[in-house]
């Protein structure tokens, strides 16, 4: 007997999809993308450009036998389901999968569900389609034009600069990264004094003089103030307004790669690793289950199931008094709202109860997914914000508190959120007081801050550069390509990524920029809506570019390479400085002719301890990004490392490594166990 086919992309959700199906159904995976545009053609773009850029694909490297599978397994179904994710990426997958297998339209449909869950797995079949053409035509663009920049900029790169890459989002987002450090080269500090008076239960910061803002800018200004001020202190207001304090939306993927970073401190690569898995499903007990809703969405949108549901949840859990009510978000340009929100599956499968199946890792995101999700819909918090307003002879110092009145959704989120009270005694018109001490404090501007990952992904978002599944991408190919260091959490430009985005700037700058990408972003929307013709799009940019590109390779000066003051011991010729995949290093002049590279000095090997695996020594390594971490020297055959320094000693309760952590504290690498 027949079944149906159902693929899907990774193959962690065929197990769960399966069990939801039955028997009549076969659920297999494509693995991923499984065709990319070829290497052929003009400048090896994969594409005709002379023909409406009529795309050439090829099947990807290792994925010749996938298709194969994937076509026999079609050949012998009763029907074929595409079931790829839910976005214009997974709607192209589907249908390179469609094209792949030959599968008519009558042959197939399309299934798109937003959580792997039973009743909206079973759900998505009752509601099948077919491919929507725009969705793909617009991510068949997006491709089309990374691979036309990607490939003709690189190239310029590769041959005029010590740079290896430049895309259409990268670059951009690397020019931010260099204007800002542009900025803090440029800041010149600025001084400026204040003034506090300290009182039994409360500080008032000096605020305006004859109720007009005051600005201190040197000592001698503020000794004139403190000279003026007299002994007492006059209360001339005070005001106590009780205020809602409301919950945030649901987290979107810039938002929870933002409070990933800031609060978890994960890196947006690792918080989408971990959110992928959150969603393809987690074995709990004999079944698996996808706990949240799909990562990639630009929308803060909930289903009317979670919502009814998280309402009674909150009613049974907190009281009538802690249920709220949908924020209604406004909605900006290029936000795609084709699914919901990130959310846990279901709001009765709590962090505590799932703690046991899950990494200390996907427990830490999925708690504050969780959280997020579940205040969202609570009650707003009630606050008393309270301002006193003291007087001497003319100088006004201003006082602030706030105090919490009712904690609404803070009942469930204040882990997330700090709230501290801070109170104000009350204090009526003409009371006066008298300040048992006024000081004076010097203070200096300081310069703009670099950006952090979770900084530059609200910046990217907020400018309309790029989209949801491009942020942390974007991020790690900038580490990864040498352009970008990231020190203490920073974000740091290298000289090879200034000199590339002087270089761009110098002959793109009307094509590499935030205004150009959000507008071709909204562009691509366009597409996807059927509002502009996709080849159109192309011809239009690809009539600007190319000329540009073809005058850059002509007038861009090329950069000589850094000569080492050493002759070459094969032909003589001089030694130079090379910049490649994992760094600087010296090799001749001479190259393709002579090929001669200076081996590398040795390094010293760092012995810290005995390994408690092998009997091997634990060495200090460093990764390809510089950081330092312990390993065995018995690598591969032996895989213990630890981030923090070992002690020497080993747990007495599993017999691992004690490491020193940062703050001077003795744990066990693998338990909890803290001496």
């Known amino acids: 007997m027949k079944k149906n086919l159902v693929i899907v992309e990774s193959p962690t959700k065929t197990k769960a999809i399966e069990k939801y199906l039955g028997k009549d159904y076969k659920v297999v995976s494509s ?8 290497t052929s053609g003009k400048f090896g773009l994969g594409v005709d450009v002379e023909n409406h850029f009529e795309p050439k694909y090829v099947a990807i490297k290792g994925k010749k036998n996938v298709i194969k ?13 595409l079931a790829t994710d839910p976005d214009r990426e997974g709607e192209a997958i589907s249908w390179h999968l469609k094209d792949a297998l030959d599968l008519k339209d009558e042959d197939y449909d399309r299934v798109v569900f937003n959580e792997i869950t039973k009743n909206v797995v079973v759900n998505a079949f009752n509601h099948a389609r077919k491919i929507d ?19 003709r900029l690189s190239k310029l790169m590769q041959s005029k600069t010590g740079g290896k890459s430049a895309g259409r989002v990268q670059s951009v987002a690397l020019k931010l990264i260099v204007e800002k450090e542009r900025e803090i080269e440029n800041f010149k500090e ?11 239960s409360l500080e008032a910061d000096l605020d305006t003089y004859k109720n007009k803002k005051i600005e201190l800018h040197n000592e001698d200004e503020t000794d004139a103030v403190l000279n003026a001020l007299g002994s007492e202190f006059k209360v001339v207001s005070f005001d106590k307004k ?20 800031n609060k978890l401190g994960f890196t947006a690569k690792k918080t989408m690793t971990l959110a992928q898995k959150l969603y393809e499903g987690i074995d709990i007990g004999d079944e698996t289950i996808g706990l949240i809703t799909y990562m990639r969405t630009d929308s803060v949108r909930l289903s009317d199931e979670f919502i009814k549901s998280t309402y009674a949840y909150i009613d049974k859990t907190y009281g009538k008094e802690y249920v709220g009510h949908v924020k209604q978000s406004k909605k900006t340009e290029n936000v795609q709202d084709a699914h919901e929100a990130i959310r846990p599956s279901s709001i009765n499968r709590t962090p505590e109860d799932m703690k046991k199946y899950l990494s200390k890792d996907e427990f830490k995101l999925y708690e504050m997914i969780y959280a997020r999700a579940l205040a969202s819909l609570m009650k707003e918090a009630k606050v008393n914000q309270s301002t006193l307003i003291l007087d001497n002879n003319d100088y006004q110092f201003k006082a602030t508190g706030q105090t919490l009145v009712f904690d609404g959704y803070l009942k469930v989120y204040a882990k997330f959120e700090s709230n501290s009270d801070k109170i104000i005694p009350e204090y009526k018109v ?4 008298n300040a048992n001490e006024i000081k004076k404090e010097q203070h200096f ?17 907020e400018l309309g550069i790029g989209r949801p599944s491009t942020y942390a991408k974007t991020i790690d190919t900038l580490t990864q390509r040498g352009y970008v260091k990231i020190i203490e959490k920073k974000l740091h430009p290298t000289e090879i990524g200034i000199e590339t985005t002087d270089k761009l700037q110098e002959f793109f700058s009307d094509l590499i920029n935030v205004e150009y990408t959000a507008k071709m972003e909204k562009e691509l929307d366009d597409v996807a809506e059927g509002k502009e013709v996709w080849y159109e799009l192309l011809d239009s940019f690809y009539k600007a570019f190319e000329p540009e590109v073809e005058n850059a390779f002509d007038k861009m000066e090329k950069k000589e390479d850094e000569q080492t003051g050493e002759v070459c011991p094969n032909c003589g010729r001089p030694m130079v400085i090379k910049n490649g995949r994992y760094g600087k290093f010296e090799a001749c002049s001479g190259y393709p002719e002579c090929k001669y590279i200076k081996p590398k000095e040795k390094k010293e090997v760092v012995e810290v301890c005995d390994c408690p695996k092998c009997g091997g020594k634990i060495v200090e390594r460093r990764t390809k990004k510089g950081k330092i971490f312990y390993g065995c020297g018995n690598f591969p055959k032996c895989k213990v490392a630890v981030w923090d320094k070992p002690t020497g000693e080993l747990c007495p309760e599993c017999h691992s490594l004690l490491v020193e952590t940062k703050d001077g504290k003795i744990k066990c690498s693998s338990c909890d166990y803290e001496k």
């Open 31 to 38: 693995k991923g993308h499984i065709r990319d545009l070829a």
């Open 69 to 81: 599978e994937l076509k026999e397994d079609a050949k012998k179904a009763k029907r074929v389901y």
């Open 133 to 151: 053409d725009d969705l793909v035509h617009s991510q068949e663009t997006r491709r089309i034009l990374d691979r036309i920049i990607g490939f």
């Open 190 to 200: 600025e001084e400026y004094w204040s003034i506090t008076a300290l009182f039994d």
């Open 242 to 261: 009780l205020k809602n304090k409301q919950s945030k939306p649901p987290y979107i993927t810039s938002t929870m790669q933002q409070d990933a970073s």
């Open 430 to 433: 003409g009371d006066v007081l």
């Open 445 to 461: 501007t300081k310069p703009p801050a670099r950006y952090t990952e979770a900084k530059l992904i609200k910046e990217m978002e």
